[in-house]
C-alpha cells in the first residue's frame, strides 16, 4: 500500500502529522507494517484529520524525533 504522505511533515504537541495525520509511531513504522496494519492506519485518518482540524504543526519531523520513536517501537515488540 502506497503511503499516504503528502510532504506536509510537521508533528503537533500529540506527535500527529498535520499534513497525513498518521501518529509518528505509525509513520516510522509504516515501512515495516503489513497490508492490514496500513489499511487500518489509513482508515482512521479521514476522522483524525476532522479531530485536529485547526491544530498547528508545533515540531518538524526531526532525525531526533525519528530515532526516539524508532527506539520506542523496539522496546514495544
Known sequence: MLSPCVARCGLNDDDYCMGC???IDEIVSWR???EAQQAAICAQLPAR???LEGHENQHILS?????AAEARLITKD
Open 21 to 23: 495525520f498518521r501518529h
Open 63 to 67: 532525525r531526533e524525533k525519528w530515532l
Open 49 to 51: 484529520k476532522v479531530a
Open 32 to 34: 515495516t507494517s503489513n
